[in-house]
């Protein structure tokens, strides 16, 4: 098994389902990668929402479906979750961001 890595999304009511409904998680996940962040904080007028990378070194797929069904359930998880994205490399993203500079001053 590969690495594994989750935001864990929480904090007011409706938290993680307004996370889900309101930004794309991958990309979510690489600002935060290239911010070097470990958790960031989203203060919106109407939701709070706190997000947690978690890495692991193995997780069995088997498992994280026991996790959300029988830990977080149906109800909590419009409260907090944890959403599975692609692992990324911090000088990857850097090396692609530089490039894409480079093709706009072209």
């Not at 938290?15 to 904080?41: C, H, I, P, S």
């Not at 599975?84 to 692609?96: G, M, R, S, W």
Request: proline share 1%; hydrophobic share 35%; aromatic share 16%.
């Amino acid at each position: 098994m590969s690495k594994k890595v989750y935001l864990h999304v929480y904090g007011s009511d409706y938290a993680a389902m307004n996370f889900d409904f309101v930004y794309k998680k991958q990309a979510f996940y690489e600002e935060m990668v290239r911010d070097g962040l470990q958790n960031k904080t989203i203060n919106e007028e109407m939701y709070y929402i706190e997000v947690v990378i978690r890495e692991f070194n193995e997780v069995d797929d088997d498992f994280v479906a026991f996790v959300k069904k029988d830990i977080i359930g149906y109800d909590q998880s419009e409260h907090y979750n944890i959403f599975e994205v692609t692992p990324v490399d911090k000088n990857e993203l850097d090396k692609q961001q530089w490039n894409l500079q480079q093709r706009k001053k072209s």
